[in-house]
Every structure is written in structure tokens, then in C-alpha cells.
């Protein structure tokens, strides 16, 4: 008995009432596992059929049936079917020589065709591929944690779970450290040296950051470009970051290191004096390092110019002054829009503004507004603010033809140092050979510039001479680099370089810089013969402690006599030519557009020499 809220004793159930409640309650959980068991999932992949035997459930794939009308058959025999059934597009088969096919996107990256292929499941490489996809588009990582990623996921691979932003962080990670095993073993086995590529800069963070790329050739004569280490620095001296890229040379073991490219601040001074000391102490530098500073030719120009256009005349300002008070309004620009469509102009190009920091803007905004010049003339008549505007602004007024034809001329003068700066600002290709030419056109342009009845470009250029000068003018300071690497392009060679030097320079400044690369030219090639014996000896005696089979003393004494022999005759023939003279008197080869001199290289460059003789990767 038991007593309610109340007070008052509940009434005894008969045995019979308890029994009925029981058997209902039976029903209820039976009716409900019913209705659970018709709904599930499973009956997605499995048709009903009323056969004498009893409910069958057959598969819509195999066809195999299992008993489903009884209360004990229950939904967990036919999901352990599905996980297993051979015919299920979604299961990866047992036999992992079985695959399913299906057709390649007929977009291939490589770009091949589309075409019958196989594909199995595999969770490790999808996760890989998922860490390639955040690393090469630049994504956050919670990119895999959004909710219509995980849908996409889920339609196209219910099978794959999606990690979580620490998990990818994680996979990119180790990704990271699988490339940079692969680039390890790249760099030991290459022959070459290296060049390298650093500058440094401060983000909105304050936060000092440097970056340390290497530029090589391959084995294959391939040239590569690769960041070694995007880090952060305690300051911008030049010990401090003469010590971070010492750092990141140790971790990469690199040590044959041909020349590092920084732009002209005097902390990189300071910064190449620490390596150039820290190379010669690992024995591995060229001529103790002579070559191993190298300003950045970008840079430079950069400065040549931006000094240059501190003289800038009245012209550019009405210029620069007439698009910012179009591009002040979207009606303004709007109705530009209209005036350059009534002209007919025929152009991509629309206004933009210049940056007074950097004078590629001005060029670009120079350049578009000299095709939309009839435009500009039209929306003056057009919109009876435009001149009242312009001349109560500062008195300059609205560009007159005189105005366009002065800034065409300038156009045409910054147009050399914007298509010299895109030349040397390449990677994907050798550069080096390429900056004398560029820096000859410039010297040229700027030359007869000098003489010109043209006041404002007169005094423009000798502004952008006089800098010019001070990092170029002198033979002592200049990385003769420069001048070599056009030595060694077969289209042109010594000759050329001699001549066009003796076009650009004072005689006394050319005589004297001639000498300085034929100097250098052989002092470097004298540099790599002794290096290349050295190696030659070093792989001897390497093969000898590798186990095998010695000369015989016959053998011994032949190889003696033969090496007497050959210093017999260099010493007798005393006009004997060095292979680096025999080059520079062969014909030069055809000067065409499609040249490419690392296939040249590779091509005459002899199996025996081909440690020797390799150019190294020079490049800004």
C-alpha cells in the first residue's frame, strides 16, 4: 500500500490490472520499434517484398535478401550488409588492388583531357590534400570548421571526416617539414652554388619580420626560387640580421654561397660584412667574398628615379590635379566614363592616382591619362566646374595641349626605367645577364637628355645622373658581376661588354673598369679550376676508401707518366690557350628573342666539366 499527495492510502492493483498494463506497455515499445525499424535510413538501400516465406528485405544493389517480419530481425543485419556489400558505390572494396572508376574533370591542371580513371577512398590523402589547398590559397584554418565546408565535404565523401582547424594546423605542419626534407636533399646533391635574396620590414603589428630566399640551378640546369624562412627578427641592425641569416644557413646546411642581393640600407652593409667574415671562416667563398654583396638593381632604380622626379614640373601636378577631381565623385567618374565611350577611345586602361612615394605610380597614372586625353578635353565642356574648380584650387588650372605634350614626354622618358624594373624584377627566368642592357639604354636616355633644350628634363635628368652615378659610376664599387654575367652569355661575350662600356663611361672610368672585369674574369675562373681538381682528388680518394679495386703499381706508373707529359707541354707551349680563352674566341651564338642560355650551358657545357664550368645562380 501507498499513500498519495494527500494522505490518502492508494488501493491495492489486482494482479490481472498489472498484467494488462504490462502487455500494453509491450505493444507501445513493439509499435515503436516498428516504426523505427520502417523509417531507418537503411530501408533507403533495401526494398519490402511479402514472399510465402515471411517479409523479406532484398538489396537494391546485390540482391541478397535477409528476414524483416519477425520481431527479432531488427535493422542491424542489413547495415552490417550495407557496410560490406561489394556492389555499393560507397564502399571502398577489401582488395586494394580494386578500384572504382569514374571519368577526370576534363579541366586537368596538367593540362591533360578528360578520361576514364580509378579512385579509391583514402582519408590520409584527401587530409593531405585538404592541407595543400589551405597552404597554396592562403586560408585560415578555420576555413574546415565552416559549416558550408562541412556540407561539401559531406555530399562528396560521406565517408571522410573533416578535421578540425588544430588537426589541419597540425597536417600543414608536417607538410612543411616533408618539403623541407625534399628542398634539404635538392640543395646537397646540387652542384651549383647559391644565390640568395633578403629583405626586412616592420608590420602594423610592430613587428620586425625577415624573409631568406635561395635562387639555384639544378642539376638539370633548372632554375629555382625557394624561401627558406619567413621569421621574425629582434631588430633591423645589420648584426642582428647578419646572425638570423647565418642561422638559417646552418639549419639548411648551405654553405657555397656565391652572392646575397639586399637593397641599400647601411645596416645591410653591416649585415654582408658579418657573412662575408662568417663564409671565409667556412672556407667555402669566392675570391674571400669579393662578389658577395650585391645591391639590388631594382632598388636603385628606384631611387634614381623618385630623385629625379622631386623636380617634377607644373604639367604632371595639373595633371595629377584634373583625375583627382574626377575620381572625387562616382557621378564625375561616371560621366568620364560616358565622355570616353563618345570619343571612341579604345582602351582597358581608367584613371588612377598616383602615390608620391612611388614614382612606378605616377608613370602608370601619367600613361593611362595620355590615352584618355580627348576624354578629359570633352568632360571640360561638358562639366562647367571641372576648369573653375581646377584654377581656384591653386591656380594651375585644367592641363592645356601644352601640358599633355610635356607629360608625354616624361611618359615616354620613365617608361625605360618601369620596363628595366619588370625586366629585373623577374624569378622565373636568369635575370643577371639581363641588367647590363637595361642599365646601357638608361645611361643613354639619360645622356642625351643632359643636352637637351627641354629645361624641365634637362635638370630631371641631371639629377637622376648624379644618383646614377653614385652607385654606377665607380669601378671600385660596382658588383662586376654584372659585367661578367654577360661575359658568359655566348650571344655577346667580352667584346661587347668591352665596347659598350667605352659608350657609357668616361675613358678614363671605362679603361679602368675593363681591366677590373678581365681581372676578375680570370681570377674567377682560376678560382673554380683549383676548386674543381680539389674535387676531382676528393672523389678519388672517396673511391678509394669506398672499397674499390686499386690501381696496379704498372697502372700507377702510367698515370704518373701521363701527368708528367701534360705538364711537359704546357710548359713547353708556352701560347697554350685555357678553356676560358677558347670560349671567348669562338663565334658568338644567334642573338633571338627565344634564347635560352641555361639550355645553351647545359648542351656545350662537356660531361667532364660539367661540375666545373656550371654558372652559378645570380639573380635581384
Not at 639549419?251 to 657555397?256: F, S, V, Y
Amino acid at each position: 500500500m501507498t499513500t498519495n499527495v494527500g494522505g490518502v492510502p492508494d488501493q491495492p492493483q489486482s494482479e490481472h490490472e498489472t498484467d494488462q498494463v504490462s502487455q500494453n506497455q509491450k505493444k507501445e515499445q513493439g509499435a515503436k520499434r516498428k516504426r523505427m525499424k520502417e523509417r531507418s535510413e537503411v530501408w533507403e538501400h533495401f526494398d519490402k517484398e511479402d514472399l510465402p516465406s515471411g517479409m523479406q528485405a532484398i538489396c537494391k544493389y546485390c540482391g541478397m535478401s535477409y528476414k524483416c517480419g519477425a520481431k527479432k530481425n531488427g535493422t542491424s543485419v542489413l547495415w552490417a550488409h550495407i557496410s560490406r556489400c561489394r556492389k555499393y558505390p560507397f564502399n571502398t572494396p577489401k582488395d586494394s588492388k580494386q578500384s572504382l572508376l569514374s571519368f577526370k574533370s576534363a579541366k586537368e591542371p596538367s593540362g591533360g583531357t578528360s578520361g576514364l580513371t580509378y579512385h579509391k577512398f583514402d582519408a590520409g590523402s584527401i587530409r593531405k590534400a585538404l592541407s595543400f589547398m589551405v597552404i597554396v590559397d592562403e586560408l585560415p584554418f578555420k576555413f574546415v570548421e565552416g559549416i558550408g565546408f562541412r556540407h561539401f565535404c559531406g555530399v562528396i565523401e560521406p565517408r571522410f571526416n573533416v578535421p578540425s582547424r588544430i588537426t589541419i594546423a597540425k597536417d600543414c605542419f608536417e607538410t612543411y617539414l616533408t618539403e623541407k626534407r625534399k628542398l634539404k636533399n635538392v640543395l646537397k646533391r646540387c652542384n651549383s652554388r647559391v644565390s640568395l635574396t633578403t629583405d626586412t620590414w616592420t608590420s602594423i603589428q610592430q613587428i620586425n619580420y625577415m624573409c631568406l630566399t635561395v635562387h639555384f640551378i639544378d642539376n638539370n640546369w633548372k632554375l629555382h626560387k625557394r624561401i627558406l624562412n619567413f621569421c621574425p627578427i629582434s631588430s633591423h641592425k645589420g648584426d642582428d640580421i647578419g646572425k638570423e641569416i647565418e642561422k638559417c644557413l646552418l639549419d639548411w646546411g648551405l654553405e657555397n654561397v656565391m652572392c646575397i642581393t639586399v637593397d641599400n640600407a647601411s645596416s645591410n652593409d653591416t649585415a654582408i660584412g658579418y657573412m662575408r667574415r662568417k663564409i671565409n671562416g667556412w672556407k667555402t667563398g669566392v675570391l674571400k667574398g669579393r662578389f658577395l654583396h650585391m645591391r639590388c638593381v631594382a632598388h636603385i632604380v628606384n631611387l634614381v628615379v623618385s630623385d629625379g622626379l622631386k623636380t617634377v614640373n607644373e604639367s604632371v601636378q595639373r595633371v595629377r590635379h584634373a583625375v583627382r577631381f574626377i575620381k572625387q565623385s562616382p557621378a564625375r567618374l561616371q560621366r568620364f566614363k560616358k565622355c570616353v565611350l563618345d570619343e571612341k577611345i579604345n582602351t582597358k586602361k581608367g584613371l588612377c592616382l598616383d602615390v608620391p612615394t612611388r614614382w612606378n605610380s605616377t608613370y602608370l597614372m601619367l600613361n593611362a591619362a595620355i590615352e584618355l586625353q580627348d576624354a578629359f578635353e570633352r568632360y571640360s565642356g561638358e562639366d562647367p566646374h571641372y576648369v573653375v574648380d581646377l584654377n581656384e584650387r591653386d591656380g594651375k588650372g585644367s592641363p592645356d595641349s601644352d601640358d599633355w605634350n610635356n607629360v608625354r614626354r616624361l611618359s615616354e622618358f620613365l617608361q625605360a626605367f618601369y620596363d628595366l624594373t619588370l625586366h629585373v624584377s623577374g624569378s622565373l627566368y636568369v635575370s643577371l645577364n639581363l641588367f647590363f642592357h637595361e642599365l646601357v639604354s638608361v645611361a643613354v636616355l639619360m645622356k642625351d637628355l643632359v643636352s637637351s633644350d627641354d629645361v624641365d628634363m634637362c635638370l630631371m635628368a641631371c639629377r637622376m645622373k648624379e644618383k646614377y652615378e653614385k652607385y654606377w659610376g665607380d669601378p671600385e664599387k660596382i658588383n662586376l658581376l654584372i659585367f661578367i654575367a654577360v661575359v658568359l652569355d655566348p650571344r655577346y661575350k667580352l667584346d661587347y661588354v668591352e665596347w659598350m662600356i667605352t659608350e657609357i663611361y668616361d675613358p678614363i672610368v671605362a679603361s679602368k673598369l675593363v681591366d677590373n672585369v678581365k681581372v676578375a674574369l680570370n681570377a674567377l675562373y682560376e678560382e673554380y679550376r683549383v676548386s674543381s681538381s680539389n674535387d676531382v682528388n676528393r672523389e678519388e680518394v672517396s673511391s678509394s676508401k669506398d672499397g674499390k679495386t686499386p690501381l696496379s703499381p704498372k697502372h700507377k706508373s702510367i698515370e704518373v707518366l701521363k701527368s708528367k707529359y701534360k705538364k711537359h707541354k704546357c710548359e713547353r707551349d708556352g701560347d697554350a690557350k685555357i678553356e676560358l680563352d677558347k670560349y671567348l674566341e669562338e663565334d658568338t651564338a644567334e642573338d633571338i628573342d627565344e634564347f635560352d642560355i641555361l639550355s645553351w650551358w647545359k648542351f656545350n657545357c662537356s660531361s667532364s666539366s660539367n661540375k666545373q664550368h656550371r654558372p652559378s645562380s645570380k639573380r635581384q
